[in-house]
């Protein structure tokens, strides 16, 4: 009100006086209520917006080989902004798609679909991978083609079937929005608004992705006593079958061991002869490379159904089916699958459906309720229009 | 004219397809870090060099002979001075599936010692089965194969920070 006396260059007496003439009442509420909304918004920012250096917290056993580049250092306003800017739907190209809609927390950042229709409607060609435990990854994406998780979150948001907009008009759109200049502001010191920028911010977010405290990590630590059933599938998960001398294993482990469950490995598993889609193979044209795919995580496996980069496997049922006893020979079937049986000169593991059971009974113990409620990791959007 | 359109198309393709499937079939190990000479090797380039046989069990607890090159001489190819600073310095061996290990520079070095490791391309006379080679390490008498990396594709050498 008294700006608007100002630019009437009237004093507030006359201002006052003039109001009942040239304002009416239902305006003036109008325009109060627009000012409030407006500051407390701009001190909604100015207070919530933690700063300083962001301290990951993770067990001890998960080792610091941590990767975070020297040019984004993680701090707590990077996290914030990388957060706002995963829910953000305006990053995509007809402002109804956000990161969150293919990596939704409740599915450990899985959408459990096979493929996910982009801004385009178009389907992804492979399946949406969970984001957890991040921070110690090095090649992303399902053929390792990205070195940097900065790098990574520039191919969907710019992919025309998947966000499908391009970074500088992700920068342009952020800039009319009035909540994102002064964020930009306190991370990067000045409120230009960049694809790079945006991408670092996106990065930082998803570091901060840590699933650490599943039954498994409680077991780890002494605070939970696993099942007869959860011991045995954990066993089995972690030994090589030795059918000479009796020993019966799974040897998941070779591969998705250590307690990450994820060695950051890239194999042919056996799922085609001759494969649809030849992952690292159509990158480097080695027939070695031909059907090899990352090995994923098994960090809250039972949620991120379907399985596999092309989500042929709705269930962990069938995924255990195929290691025991579907694996397809091919030349460029990866080593740690030939040969490996139960069976004295079996060409697959062949587990029996009671062990099948228990791997998976182990496999659910890699269920991390905290991280699929944390509230951090949540959309901020619905929490504030939750308040 | 119709005809002679006809086969220079041919020509053309299968040419095209030669040059593909030779693109296909070319695996290198890339040789790069604290180098003078990066190098990018495949099969021809290292039977120029010297010839290393080895001999090391491997998983079906038989013992097999392995022929390669001398770490030592790759790197010295690539331009790698063996000195004191040297023993700061590790190489990361990087193979096709993300598997990586570490050498220090000095477990390399014919002066500090006479085990031999190799970038081996045959074993037992043949090349090395596909899931082991083109390309594999192989190292004299280490209990452990962990560090005999097989599809090798890449050598670098560092500094330890």
Not at chain 1, 89 to 102: D, M
Not at chain 1, 264 to 283: Q, R, T, V, Y
Not at chain 2, 11 to 33: D, N
Request: glycine share 8%.
């Amino acid at each position: 009100m008294l700006y608007n006396c100002d630019r009437l260059k009237n004093s507030r007496k006359n201002c006052f006086k003039f109001l009942p003439y040239r304002w009416n009442k239902p305006v003036i509420v109008l325009v109060v209520l627009g000012f409030s909304v407006l500051i407390s918004a701009w001190t909604y920012y100015r207070e919530a917006i933690p700063t300083g250096t962001y301290q990951f917290i993770y067990p001890a056993n998960f080792g610091n080989r941590i990767n975070v580049p020297d040019d984004n250092p993680t701090t707590k306003q990077g996290v914030y902004l990388g957060r706002m800017l995963f829910y953000e739907p305006r990053l995509s190209a007809n402002n109804t798609i956000s990161c969150g809609n293919c990596h939704q927390q409740q599915f450990a950042f899985t959408d459990n679909r096979p493929f996910s229709a982009g801004a385009d409607g178009v389907e992804t060609t492979r399946n949406s991978m969970s984001l957890a435990n991040l921070l110690w990854a090095r090649k992303f994406f399902w053929d390792g083609r990205a070195a940097s998780l900065e790098e990574q979150a520039a191919i969907p948001l710019t992919n025309p079937h998947e966000m499908g907009q391009s970074l500088a008009t992700s920068a342009k759109k952020l800039s009319t929005e009035p909540q994102y200049p002064p964020l930009f502001k306190a991370v990067y010191g000045d409120d230009t608004i960049t694809g790079e920028r945006i991408c670092k911010a996106i990065a930082q977010f998803e570091r901060t992705l840590i699933s650490a405290n599943s039954r498994y990590d409680q077991y780890l630590r002494k605070a939970y006593q696993p099942t007869a059933g959860e011991l045995k599938g954990m066993e089995l998960f972690n030994t090589g079958p030795q059918p000479e001398k009796g020993i019966r294993g799974a040897n998941c482990a070779h591969c998705h061991g250590g307690v990450k469950t994820y060695l950051e490995l890239f194999h042919n598993n056996g799922l085609d002869s001759i494969p649809k889609d030849n992952g690292i193979g159509a990158l480097t044209g080695l027939p070695g490379d031909r059907g090899r795919f990352k090995v994923p995580t098994l960090r809250n496996i039972a949620l991120t159904a379907p399985y596999m980069h092309d989500g042929r496997f709705k269930t962990l049922d069938e995924v255990l089916d195929h290691y025991s006893d579907h694996v397809v020979q091919s030349e460029s079937l990866s080593t740690v699958f030939r040969g490996e049986s139960n069976e004295v000169g079996g060409k697959t593991l062949k587990l029996s459906p009671q062990e099948k059971k228990e791997i998976i009974a182990f496999l659910n113990m890699l269920t991390d309720k905290d991280f699929i409620t944390n509230p951090g990791f949540s959309d901020p959007n619905i929490r504030a229009s939750k308040k | 004219m119709k005809k002679q359109l006809i086969i220079a198309f041919i020509a053309f393709t299968g040419l095209a397809t030669s040059l593909i499937a030779q693109a296909q079939t070319a695996a290198t190990v890339k040789v790069s870090g604290e180098v003078t000479t990066p190098l990018s090797l495949s099969l021809s380039d290292l039977h120029q060099y010297t010839q290393t046989t080895v001999v090391r069990k491997d998983k079906d607890g038989k013992d097999h002979t392995y022929s390669g090159v001398i770490l030592a001489d790759i790197l010295q190819k690539a331009g790698v001075i063996m000195n004191r600073e040297s023993l700061t310095k590790y190489l990361l061996v990087n193979a096709s599936d993300g598997y990586e290990i570490i050498f220090a520079l000095a477990e390399l070095d014919k002066s500090f010692t006479d085990r031999a490791i190799i970038l081996a391309d045959t074993v037992d006379g043949k090349p090395l089965p596909q899931g082991d080679g083109p390309f594999r390490i192989i190292v004299q008498d280490e209990k452990k194969p962990a560090r005999c990396i097989k599809q090798v594709t890449s050598l670098k050498v560092l500094f330890a920070k």
